[in-house]
């Protein structure tokens, strides 16, 4: 499965890039709020990656929305798993969201 190169959020693009692990030892993903940049591992099974990227991706609206840093990561951890499964059990429904 391959990431866009880059996401559009708010008046900023956000570029995404798939790292080595040996890169980031100690995390699936991660996000810099001060460079525009979301990471996430390279050599992950799909459905892993595809769920990292969404957590990433909420830690950058989070930070867009300036959430408090202190409920961010509480935020983003429960929603992140629970979004993932609902649009995964329910594929239709981003055609709907988007009025497609």
């Known amino acids: 499965m391959k990431l ?4 559009k959020l ?7 890039k798939e ?3 040996e890169n980031m030892p ?6 810099n709020p001060y460079i ?4 996430v591992r390279k ?7 595809r769920e990292t990227f969404l957590h990433e991706l ?3 609206c989070c930070d867009e929305a300036r959430l408090p840093p202190e409920m961010e990561e509480k935020f983003v951890s429960v929603v992140s798993p629970r979004l993932f499964e609902l649009l995964q059990r329910n594929p239709k429904l981003i055609n709907v969201l ?3």
């Open 4 to 7: 866009p190169k880059s996401v």
């Open 10 to 16: 708010g008046c900023f693009e956000y570029e995404v």
């Open 19 to 21: 790292d080595k692990d």
């Open 26 to 31: 100690e995390f699936l993903g991660d996000m």
């Open 36 to 39: 525009k940049r979301i990471r």
């Open 43 to 49: 050599n992950m099974e799909d459905q892993v990656k």
């Open 58 to 60: 909420l830690h950058a």
């Open 98 to 100: 988007l009025d497609k």
